[in-house]
């Protein structure tokens, strides 16, 4: 059964750093995308960052220069480093495979920024 299982989050203060994993298994992800969202108490989900199969990367504004998305194939994991974490950063993370056609969402994992 194919799946993705995040890792990584927690309590950090403003101005720190996290790492998240994401765990894909079940499939051949060498060959999908893989995003990195987000959802903030009383907000939709948006989209963090994104990183294709040939390694081409895409960040939304509010994180560009502070997260890096990245992905080892051999390991079937995407990666989000988030450094410089700001308070309006605390959302629960959600990670997604694609290919165009099959999408598959992990449970997400919690990111608290505090003052």
């Known amino acids: 059964q194919a799946q993705v299982v995040e890792s990584g989050g927690g309590l950090v203060q403003a101005g720190g750093s996290l790492r998240l994993s994401c765990r894909a298994s079940?499939?051949?992800?060498?060959?999908?995308?893989g995003g990195w969202y987000r959802q903030a108490p009383g907000k939709v989900r948006e989209p963090v960052a994104a990183?294709?199969?040939?390694?081409?990367?895409s960040y939304a504004d509010s994180v560009k220069g502070r997260f890096t998305i990245s992905r080892d194939d051999a390991k079937d994991t995407v990666y989000l480093q988030m450094n410089s974490l700001k308070l309006e950063d605390t959302a629960v993370y959600y990670c997604?495979?694609?290919?165009?056609?099959?999408?598959?969402w992990g449970q997400g994992t919690q990111v608290t920024v505090s003052s």
């Open positions: 997604n495979a694609y290919d165009g056609t099959y999408n598959y």
């Open positions: 079940g499939i051949d992800f060498s060959s999908y995308a």
């Open positions: 990183i294709y199969s040939v390694g081409t990367t």
